[in-house]
């Protein structure tokens, strides 16, 4: 079988043949309302030859595919990969995103350039072939093989079902496609380090929330005597967000080049708020929350929450095993007489269309709690409240009554008359055991004994 390398809705904008005077080796494939950032597919199975820069093609992805998927080589142009050199990767997988840098396609809209060479990558010449030809009878990415079984949702890990994951990002992760990633629900963006003005910010942000993540942004609290005030920081980085891009922030307090104080921290979390962006809280490590800070370790309830980082591995494995193989207790740990709501639990974490290890983090709730953190919103509140409400009328609906259904008792209508029925039965027993002289107690311990003894 074969792919598609593009998603259902795409076309073929630009076809292998003559074209413009000269000849087109290749096809290319566009949609209406433009193809930045959307995913390509592998169109067979194979390992990656190339993923990078690529003369012509700003950066590109080729796959060498064996004899026994049909053989072959394929290149796709003017994306930016999500795979590595050497990494083997399965028909349908996805393994780039078209890159919406105009610039790096010869200033026409962005889109796929989709290349087939018959054996090896080769000259233009007879050795490459028509795509849309080696494409005939390609199926859709997503869908099924003809007569496949679908796959079975996988069980969730015991556990693990109350931890959402998210990652922290910054310029050292341009070109990473955060919405190609599974199993991230949040994000936090860097906006800058001290005055540097990150270059990514924006479109981490952009990336995460097409893909439905909770977002927020970071700034890198640098200490005055490094060289620029804190006002000036906080200058810079609300420049990076711009009106469009202001996001809920953290501040990351950590910095090896000077001595904060409690003061500086307390003026970063007063500027960003004068500016309308909310605080959410503070980032570090225990050793220096605990001992670097002028003046001793500060409570942090008066920044907000806690955001910590604290490592139990630095194996460089999936985020997810990652998580599985180590102790949680580091969750608990109360940082400035508090504990983590966010725990950063490696820097070594892999996610698929990254090469190298990244920073990842748990919490331990629902996305709807996250963005409750972050925003200071109650919409998970809410909804658990509107639910229990809801839950509650549907249980005290009127219902006729079993004796009489001409009657209609609501739940606590029949607790109500359940407690008087009880207290009056209770009376009359009373006053019947008195005037038979008997004991109604004993008459029950009896009757409990008995029935145990028959059982």
């Not at 959307?38 to 390992?47: I, S």
């Not at 610039?103 to 028509?130: C, F, I, K």
């Not at 795509?131 to 859709?140: H, M």
Request: glycine letters at 12%.
């Amino acid at each position: 079988m074969t792919t598609m390398p593009v998603p259902r809705g795409f076309y073929v904008t630009s076809k292998f043949g003559p074209r413009a005077g000269g000849y087109h080796w290749g096809t290319d494939f566009g949609r209406g309302g433009g193809s930045g950032g959307h995913p390509v597919y592998a169109m067979r199975a194979g390992t990656v030859q190339y993923a990078g820069p690529a003369s012509g093609f700003g950066r590109w992805v080729t796959i060498d595919h064996p004899a026994s998927v049909g053989g072959g080589y394929t290149v796709y142009g003017h994306v930016v990969p999500e795979v590595r050199p050497g990494q083997w990767v399965e028909e349908g997988q996805r393994i780039a995103h078209i890159d919406p840098n105009s610039a790096t396609n010869g200033g026409v809209a962005p889109h796929a350039h989709v290349e087939v060479h018959r054996y090896v990558w080769s000259q233009p010449g007879p050795d490459r072939l028509n795509p849309e030809t080696w494409l005939q009878g390609a199926r859709w990415p997503g869908e099924a093989k003809p007569g496949a079984a679908p796959k079975p949702k996988p069980a969730p890990k015991k556990g693990s079902e109350d931890v959402i994951f998210g990652l922290d990002v910054s310029s050292w992760q341009d070109g990473l496609y955060l919405g190609g990633i599974d199993g991230i629900d949040f994000v936090i963006a860097r906006t800058t380090d001290g005055t540097y003005k990150d270059k990514a910010y924006r479109s981490h942000i952009d990336d995460a929330e097409k893909a439905g993540m909770v977002t927020a942004a970071y700034h890198f609290l640098r200490a005055p005597s490094e060289g620029t005030s804190v006002a000036q920081q906080v200058s810079a980085a609300l420049e990076v967000m711009g009106p469009a891009h202001k996001r809920p922030v953290w501040i990351d307090v950590e910095t090896e080049g000077g001595t904060l104080t409690v003061n500086d921290i307390r003026t970063c979390k007063q500027l960003f708020e004068n500016a309308g962006v909310r605080v959410v809280g503070v980032y570090s490590y225990v050793p220096y929350w605990e001992g670097r800070i002028a003046g001793g370790e500060p409570d942090t309830a008066q920044f907000g929450a806690v955001w910590l980082a604290n490592y139990p591995s630095t194996a460089n494995r999936p985020f997810r095993e990652l998580w599985d193989s180590i102790p949680k207790q580091k969750f608990d740990y109360p940082l400035g007489n508090q504990k983590p709501a966010i725990w950063q639990y490696a820097s070594t974490g892999l996610v698929n269309g990254w090469g190298t290890g990244v920073d990842v983090n748990a919490f331990r709730g629902s996305k709807a709690e996250l963005h409750d953190l972050f925003y200071g919103t109650k919409t998970a509140k809410t909804n658990q409240q509107t639910t229990e409400e809801t839950e509650m009328a549907e249980f005290n609906k009127p219902r006729p009554s079993y004796i009489n259904p001409a009657v209609s008792l609501s739940a606590s209508d029949f607790i109500r008359a359940v407690d008087a029925a009880t207290w009056q039965t209770r009376v009359l027993v009373a006053e019947i055991a008195r005037k038979l002289d008997i004991d109604p107690d004993k008459i029950v311990a009896d009757a409990i004994e008995a029935d145990r003894a028959q059982h």
